[in-house]
């Protein structure tokens, strides 16, 4: 299990889509080639090499000696197509390989074992964009250029943080002598901004402040100048910059208990220990798919793994940073989200209650928790059979306690943050509270919308004003004059009345006549009009 999370956690990150399966039964439909058939999936076989030699096709080289302080990974065949084997011991060797620069060294290899290896010590203190692998970013200046950087902080030494960036930005000088500004940028927040020196790099000093830095540090510096097409002029050339690799994250001891996501990351730089239901090991599609998600947002890339089981009901144990997945909490833990029989509680650091509600039957719920001196993730499943839910996009950085759903996404946040801006916030509540809470905020609204839309934009239409003054006093008039008639002349009165609706209805019947005779003649014009068009269509397409 410990090498199916570690090597899960090296494909999530370059991109692909993990599944788990158990077994090797169900090989031969995976490998199956579509119908031109090309190779559709990948395949990792996990497990000892004895257990897969009835499945692969190719010979796997034997090594002469022991082999169990080792691990294998090697290149085979099920029923034709590519797959790898990947098969470690009392320890994950083989998997991490996967996320290791010495993977290259396995390029033109069919087979090879895996030894141990320490990781090399490094300083503490700080450490540069060259030790942390950062792309170089580079661009030719052309009045304006932006330079983005992205550093991920899971790489960051074990147990630190980052409180101050240095930058250093080399930036060509202009032929003309012009001034360029460097403004930097982390996760879209303006820090600092300077005149960039000649002949030398910029040095930007910048603190981090709390809570801006995640997971990922997305550095952007902006460098400006006046251009000399502001004087309609041809510009002749770009000058360059660049993000040097010599610029640095200032490090410090992340001491204390996390209280972001993101905290985890340097709790789990030496070693992160998983606890699993029981069921895992025959049903690994049931919780590793949203395990190797959260180990791979949390976790570097070489930090080890160890895999143990926890008993249905029973409060696990933690001896180092961990993840549970459990439906109690982990022993001597104080979680924020309690659970009673379908209902979710959420509490602040005081305990006073800020979000209650019921009717979970699926999804989770994942919360920072403190065993001890040990931090970790706690993962509740909400499901009757125990299942965690696989998300296309999970984003765990700022935030302690995250509900967690297979049919979320981003575009709702997207459009909030689009329509409202960045400071808004997202509270998980029942659909009751959605419709009270919009009825509570917006009835006035809402029934002035009803009542007067119509008619203030477009009064003709509305019923809004049923009769007009003119329109009262005739009616009044007239219904005076029949009153009157009727009371001093019975019988002409009723004559009149009767010959007033004779007219009324003939005037009916001849509008509607009128109306009749028109759409008959223009469905006659139509007709004797269209019999030259459709012939001249039909010698120009055949002559065509």
Sequence with gaps: MATAATVARSLISSGPHVSFYHGYNGLPELAKPDEAGRWTRGIVLVGPLADAVGVIAAPIAKVAGAVQPFGMLAAVRIAGQPALLVSDGDAVRAGRLFASPLLAATRGIASATVGEASPLESATDHVTFDQLAVAPAQAE?????????????????????????????????????????????????????????????????????????????????????????????????????????????????????????????????????????????????????????????????????????????????????????????????????????????????????????????????????????????????????????????????????????????????????????????????????????????????????????LAELDPQLSAHTVFTTPQMIVAYALLSAVLAGLAFAPIDALIFINIAISIFYLGNFVFKGILALDASLAMAAALVLGAPVALVMRVLVHRT
């Design 141 to 453: 200046v052309f009045g304006r250029a932006d330079l983005a950087a992205v550093v991920d902080t899971r790489r960051l030494p074990g147990g630190t943080r980052p409180t101050r960036l240095l930058l250093d930005v080399m930036v060509a000088p202009d032929g003309a002598g012009e001034k360029a500004v460097v403004s930097v940028f982390v996760n879209k927040r303006l820090l600092g901004s300077t005149v960039a020196a000649s002949g030398e790099p910029t040095h930007l000093d910048l603190p981090l402040p709390d809570g801006l830095v995640g997971t990922i540090a997305n550095v952007r510096a902006l460098v400006q100048r006046d251009s000399a097409q502001g004087d309609c002029r041809f510009e002749p050339q770009g000058y360059p910059a660049q993000i040097l690799g010599s610029s640095s994250l200032m490090l410090e001891s992340a001491a204390g208990a996390p209280h972001d996501f993101s905290d985890l990351t340097s709790h789990f730089a030496r070693g992160l220990e998983l606890r699993l239901p029981p069921a895992a090991p025959d049903q690994p599609g049931l919780v590793l798919g949203l395990v190797a998600e959260v180990v791979n947002q949390l976790a570097a890339d070489l930090a080890p793994i160890s895999v143990n089981f926890v008993a249905a009901g029973s409060a696990a144990g933690a001896d180092a940073p961990f993840i549970v997945v459990s439906d109690v909490p982990p022993a001597g833990t104080m979680p924020r989200v309690r659970f009673d029989r379908g209902r979710v509680a959420v509490t602040d650091r005081s305990g006073r209650t800020l979000l209650d509600l019921g009717g979970f039957v699926g999804g989770a719920v994942a919360q920072i928790v403190t065993a001890g001196d040990n931090p970790g993730l706690w993962i509740k499943p909400l499901s009757a059979d125990g299942s965690l839910p696989a998300p296309s996009d999970l984003h765990l950085d700022h935030g302690d306690v995250a509900f967690v759903d297979a049919n979320g996404g981003p575009e709702t946040v997207l459009f909030a943050r689009g329509r409202w801006g960045t400071d808004i916030e997202f509270v998980v509540v029942s659909k009751f509270d959605i419709v009270f809470t919009v009825q509570t905020a917006f009835a006035a609204a809402l029934s002035r919308r009803a009542v007067f839309d």
